[in-house]
């Protein structure tokens, strides 16, 4: 198992120097214009000839030195660093995600746990399920009437569906002899669902907040550019205004960074509560 572990991240290694070796190739600077092309231009008004294109390699691991110098740096409204970005960026989307969980784990196992309260919700589950969170935006920011806040509420209402439906079907899934035995034992409702119900559906339980976890990160980036303000998403949407792309790719790189290390500490809880079952 340990070898298979050391082969994969030498082939991930290698695979990273193959895509490094093909974006440096691709972004190489292109020949410098002739001395003939320059007074053409200068005489047809166009000026010095202009750098553009993607950033290579080099160019952006220069912006990450930059950036991880100083990542808690503070000179005003529309300049702050990575580290303060990425901070509100979690907060926002932890403070959503405790809210879904507060809601969609007990009503799940309402739901899971009640055929008559499973038929009555699933409806309203099934219409409001596929609605774009970022549609509930618009309405968030009309009556709660700021940006931070509505963020969080769109965080909660893209959070709570899949740890609501992952959590009634844990619970549904529970083997019926230990219900049974928790029956015959006459083991209260409170305690049969913390004691019985609440091991056997905890995996699955924990699925579904992984899966919220990682739609709340991807959708706290699409609402920050739209309020604004704060956040990763507002600085990519910034230095896109800036015309700095490496600024913008650095951005990017940061954003599947820090969603790796979210689903990463739901991995571990996820093996964590498999190995004790």
């Known amino acids: ?35 003939a092309d320059s007074e053409y231009a200068k005489l047809m008004g166009a000026g010095a000839p202009k750098a553009d294109g993607i950033p290579t390699p080099a160019q952006i691991g ?6 991880a110098r100083d990542p808690f ?3 005003g409204p529309n300049d702050k660093g990575i580290g303060i970005q990425i901070g509100w960026s979690l907060a926002r989307v932890l403070g959503g995600f405790l ?25 309203f589950i099934q219409i409001l399920k596929p609605i774009s969170p970022l549609a509930w935006m618009p309405l968030a920011l009309y009556t709660i009437k700021d940006s931070a806040t509505s963020s969080i509420f769109v965080i ?17 899934s529970v083997r019926r002899d230990w219900l049974n035995v928790a029956k015959t034992l006459e083991v209260g409702v409170l305690r049969k669902a913390f004691l019985v119900v ?8 924990l699925t579904g907040m992984r899966i919220s976890m990682g739609i709340a990160w991807l959708v706290i980036v699409a609402a920050e550019m739209l309020v604004g303000g704060t956040g990763i998403g507002y600085f990519v949407w910034n230095e896109w205004n800036n015309l700095s792309l490496s600024n913008v790719i650095f951005a990017i790189l940061m954003i599947g960074l820090v969603g790796m290390l979210l689903d990463m500490v739901f991995g571990v809880l996820q093996r964590a509560v498999t190995y004790v079952e």
């Open 99 to 123: 809210l879904a969980a507060l809601v969609a784990i007990p009503l799940g196992f309402v739901i899971g746990m009640s055929p008559l309260f499973h038929r009555a919700l699933n409806p």
């Open 73 to 75: 740096y503070d000179n």
């Open 156 to 172: 909660f209402i893209c959070s709570i569906w899949p740890m609501l439906i992952n959590t009634a079907h844990g619970v549904a």
């Open 198 to 205: 609440l091991p056997a559906a905890a995996p699955t339980i």
């Open 1 to 35: 198992m340990k070898s298979l572990g050391v082969r994969a991240a030498i082939l991930s290694l290698l695979i990273l120097c193959v895509l490094l070796l093909v974006w440096h190739a691709a972004t190489m600077p292109k020949e410098a214009v002739t001395a």
């Open 62 to 67: 220069a912006t990450i030195w930059k950036h």
